[in-house]
């Protein structure tokens, strides 16, 4: 089952099998509040007019303002947006911080378009959603091939439009225009936290062989925080690639030679392999960090890692998550693992609408102790359920969510 909507709501089904949840709750929660789509027009350098097609998906908004990034990427359609949407809000609630769950995108390959282009068309997407955006309504990010650059704009964009120049419409800007200390490293640090808490009960080793999929700002980070904490990257890719090496790659030449020549493929320090070749390698922790649908109930058997750790949205299928479990393999579930960029963006927009300035370390230390508290939490849940993390974190989730719309 590929449709990432349909994925998303048989694992609501599944998780929610274990509980009382009542069914008009479960209707409800599997059914966006609202979904938004609207043509984009831009000018093109070559002096014609393209029309792009954009989305919001605002899911649900009981525990807080919706929240979520914004997705650019040529494959992306409403079931896609409405899927990621769907996970924000049980990963709002998994972090336990006041955030309801949305997420956007444009149906858009923007390596295609120049920086003009790019910049058109996120001042038009916000242009046009400005009236359903907002510090108390709907709180955007970035996510695949959006950049701080890109929520700049689109914060610029909004204070254009309302005059609220807070800047706490939009998370992930830079620095200098109200970003958040650590929000560039978040997802991957938040994830190490969980990760830390978790190695030893999930019967890890000290020092871990590590496979990440994926080397963009979640798997980047990701391989330089593990490595510096003592594991290894035996193996990585991006989108054109991949490259292995059984002992262990340095980090920093790695990204050098990405920033060199924009793919990790090539790189001197391991050997390049065919980049479907690394979900399957040896390891103890796999990292899926691209995107979604990407281990599958035709490949999960060959799976070769101790533990699935998930810092992309949904890269695990219903059914390959049913095969990860009965071969005894756990999956540390997306809504757990890459919680750590939601919950700094709400540190963000904390900041910006208090008009402070945190230190990362007073942001890392705060994340930390949340990041630890939520994966305990879900540790025992499983166990007292026993049951996979997975739908441990749905109940979780779903359990606040329910509170707060009975409320
Ligand atoms: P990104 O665009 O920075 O990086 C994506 C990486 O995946 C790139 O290196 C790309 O080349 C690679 N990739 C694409 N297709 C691939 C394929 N078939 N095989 C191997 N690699 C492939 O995006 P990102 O922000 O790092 O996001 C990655 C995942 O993490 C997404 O699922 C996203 O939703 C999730 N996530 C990101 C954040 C964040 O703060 N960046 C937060 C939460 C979740």
């Given at each position: 089952m590929?449709?990432?909507?349909?994925?998303?709501?048989?694992?609501?089904?599944?998780?929610?099998?274990?509980?009382?949840?009542?069914?008009?709750?479960?209707?409800r929660i599997s059914h966006p509040d609202r979904q938004i789509r609207i043509s984009i027009p831009v000018k093109m350098d070559d002096g014609s007019l393209k029309v792009f097609e954009g989305y919001r998906v605002q899911f649900n908004n009981a525990r807080g303002p919706y929240k979520g990034g914004i997705r650019y990427h040529q494959d992306t359609d409403i079931e896609e947006v409405k899927a990621l949407a769907f996970w924000m809000a049980l990963k709002c609630a998994v972090a336990n911080i006041p955030m309801g769950g949305g997420k956007g995108g444009v149906t858009v390959n923007p390596k295609e378009l120049s920086k003009r282009e790019l910049e058109a068309l996120s001042r038009g997407w916000m242009r046009a959603m400005s009236d359903v955006v907002g510090p108390q309504k709907d709180v955007p990010a970035p996510d695949v091939n959006t950049t701080p650059e890109i929520m700049a704009w689109m914060a610029d964009e909004f204070a254009k439009a309302t005059g609220d120049t807070t800047g706490a419409v939009i998370t992930g800007k830079p620095l200098e225009v109200g970003g958040s200390e650590g929000r560039g490293t978040a997802t991957a640090q938040g994830g190490f936290y969980v990760f830390e808490a978790l190695q030893e009960k999930l019967g890890l080793p000290t020092s871990c062989r590590v496979v990440i999929q994926g080397f963009g700002n979640a798997g980047e980070h990701a391989a330089d925080i593990w490595s510096k904490a003592g594991h290894k990257i035996v193996a990585t890719s991006d989108s054109k690639g991949a490259v292995r090496n059984p002992n262990g790659m340095d980090i920093a030449a790695l990204y050098d030679h990405k920033k060199a020549t924009g793919s990790v493929v090539g790189f001197v320090g391991g050997e390049t392999i065919d980049g479907t070749e690394l979900l399957f390698q040896e390891c103890d922790v796999l990292i899926p960090a691209a995107l979604e649908n990407q281990i599958r109930e035709d490949n999960a058997s060959r799976i070769q890692a101790k533990v699935v750790f998930e810092l992309a949205n949904g890269p695990t299928t219903p059914e390959a998550d049913d095969q990860l479990f009965g071969r005894d393999i756990p999956v540390v579930p997306d809504i757990l693992a890459n919680s750590g960029g939601v919950t700094v963006s709400t540190f963000e927009w904390e900041q910006n609408l208090k008009g402070e300035h945190w230190s990362e370390a007073?942001?890392?230390?705060?994340?930390?102790?949340m990041m630890e508290k939520e994966a305990n939490g879900i540790f025992e849940k499983s166990v007292s359920l026993k049951t996979d993390l997975r739908r441990a974190a749905f109940v979780i989730a779903l359990e606040r969510i329910q509170n707060a719309m009975k409320l």
């Amino acid at each position: 089952m590929n449709n990432p909507f349909q994925n998303a709501l048989a694992q609501l089904s599944r998780a929610t099998r274990l509980t009382s949840f009542p069914p008009d709750f479960l209707e409800r929660i599997s059914h966006p509040d609202r979904q938004i789509r609207i043509s984009i027009p831009v000018k093109m350098d070559d002096g014609s007019l393209k029309v792009f097609e954009g989305y919001r998906v605002q899911f649900n908004n009981a525990r807080g303002p919706y929240k979520g990034g914004i997705r650019y990427h040529q494959d992306t359609d409403i079931e896609e947006v409405k899927a990621l949407a769907f996970w924000m809000a049980l990963k709002c609630a998994v972090a336990n911080i006041p955030m309801g769950g949305g997420k956007g995108g444009v149906t858009v390959n923007p390596k295609e378009l120049s920086k003009r282009e790019l910049e058109a068309l996120s001042r038009g997407w916000m242009r046009a959603m400005s009236d359903v955006v907002g510090p108390q309504k709907d709180v955007p990010a970035p996510d695949v091939n959006t950049t701080p650059e890109i929520m700049a704009w689109m914060a610029d964009e909004f204070a254009k439009a309302t005059g609220d120049t807070t800047g706490a419409v939009i998370t992930g800007k830079p620095l200098e225009v109200g970003g958040s200390e650590g929000r560039g490293t978040a997802t991957a640090q938040g994830g190490f936290y969980v990760f830390e808490a978790l190695q030893e009960k999930l019967g890890l080793p000290t020092s871990c062989r590590v496979v990440i999929q994926g080397f963009g700002n979640a798997g980047e980070h990701a391989a330089d925080i593990w490595s510096k904490a003592g594991h290894k990257i035996v193996a990585t890719s991006d989108s054109k690639g991949a490259v292995r090496n059984p002992n262990g790659m340095d980090i920093a030449a790695l990204y050098d030679h990405k920033k060199a020549t924009g793919s990790v493929v090539g790189f001197v320090g391991g050997e390049t392999i065919d980049g479907t070749e690394l979900l399957f390698q040896e390891c103890d922790v796999l990292i899926p960090a691209a995107l979604e649908n990407q281990i599958r109930e035709d490949n999960a058997s060959r799976i070769q890692a101790k533990v699935v750790f998930e810092l992309a949205n949904g890269p695990t299928t219903p059914e390959a998550d049913d095969q990860l479990f009965g071969r005894d393999i756990p999956v540390v579930p997306d809504i757990l693992a890459n919680s750590g960029g939601v919950t700094v963006s709400t540190f963000e927009w904390e900041q910006n609408l208090k008009g402070e300035h945190w230190s990362e370390a007073d942001v890392f230390t705060k994340l930390k102790d949340m990041m630890e508290k939520e994966a305990n939490g879900i540790f025992e849940k499983s166990v007292s359920l026993k049951t996979d993390l997975r739908r441990a974190a749905f109940v979780i989730a779903l359990e606040r969510i329910q509170n707060a719309m009975k409320l």
